[in-house]
């Protein structure tokens, strides 16, 4: 596998992983259904990984930036954004494992009060938590996308291609194009009333 191919695989596993989390973490990953007293009924809210773990779409947000930092830097600057990513991806990784973790009962009755209400809810019933599993273990897999490029980037990123030298000034250009002048900017000279055989642009 070539340079190129390696970093349009990373960037592009590195844009999987945080646009992944980010949406995943819009999901319901939690269900909870807080009793009250008949004739009341249950109290059902259903808990998106963006509440429960915050954390995760704020990484899948700067997993994203990593994109364009790593199109920004190059060098060593490069390989210090691949270590960030690696770092994110094992906060994302962390958060997801939390996320599997039903919610404690105190949370629970916090969490039901905030979404509806916590009126008439039966103190001496706790609620019941259902766990979703499989969007943080998407996040997870999201995770694993992020680190595999961030150690990617890590090694071999201050190897690969830099943006801005597609954008090269047209002066830094020609400095490094063949120094021999073509005939078009001699007549040039000549019209100018230069001499051409002198400096470029000196007088006659």
Same mark, same amino acid.
């Given at each position: 596998m070539n340079d190129r191919t390696r970093f349009g695989a990373a960037l592009g596993l590195v844009?999987?992983?945080? @646009?992944?989390a980010l949406l995943t973490s819009g *999901? /319901? %990953?939690?269900?909870?259904?807080?009793p009250r007293p008949r004739p009341f009924a249950d109290q059902v809210v259903d808990v998106? #990984?963006?509440?429960?773990?915050?954390?995760? @779409? +704020?990484l899948g947000v700067v997993a994203l930036a990593g994109v364009? =930092?790593?199109l920004a830097t190059r060098g060593i600057a490069r390989r210090v954004v691949g270590a960030l990513l690696v770092?994110? +991806?094992?906060?994302? /990784? %962390?958060a997801a494992v939390a996320g599997m973790q039903a919610v404690? =009962?105190? *949370?629970a009755r916090?969490?039901?009060?905030? /979404? *509806?209400t916590g009126a008439g809810l039966d103190p001496t019933r706790p609620p019941g938590v259902t766990i979703h599993a499989e969007w943080p273990a998407l996040v997870l897999v999201c995770a694993l996308f992020v680190l595999l490029a961030g150690l990617a980037i890590t090694a071999w990123?201050? *190897? %690969?291609? @830099?943006?801005? #030298?597609r954008y090269e000034a047209p002066a830094a250009a020609r400095s490094s194009a063949d120094p021999e002048r073509s005939p078009a900017s001699l007549w040039s000279d000549l019209d100018r009333g230069h001499d051409p055989t002198g400096e470029p642009g000196g007088p006659s």
């Amino acid at each position: 596998m070539n340079d190129r191919t390696r970093f349009g695989a990373a960037l592009g596993l590195v844009v999987l992983g945080g @646009a992944g989390a980010l949406l995943t973490s819009g *999901r /319901a %990953w939690q269900t909870v259904t807080a009793p009250r007293p008949r004739p009341f009924a249950d109290q059902v809210v259903d808990v998106s #990984g963006r509440t429960l773990e915050p954390a995760v @779409a +704020a990484l899948g947000v700067v997993a994203l930036a990593g994109v364009v =930092a790593v199109l920004a830097t190059r060098g060593i600057a490069r390989r210090v954004v691949g270590a960030l990513l690696v770092a994110t +991806a094992v906060g994302l /990784a %962390w958060a997801a494992v939390a996320g599997m973790q039903a919610v404690s =009962a105190a *949370r629970a009755r916090s969490l039901v009060s905030d /979404a *509806r209400t916590g009126a008439g809810l039966d103190p001496t019933r706790p609620p019941g938590v259902t766990i979703h599993a499989e969007w943080p273990a998407l996040v997870l897999v999201c995770a694993l996308f992020v680190l595999l490029a961030g150690l990617a980037i890590t090694a071999w990123g201050h *190897r %690969w291609i @830099a943006l801005s #030298g597609r954008y090269e000034a047209p002066a830094a250009a020609r400095s490094s194009a063949d120094p021999e002048r073509s005939p078009a900017s001699l007549w040039s000279d000549l019209d100018r009333g230069h001499d051409p055989t002198g400096e470029p642009g000196g007088p006659s």
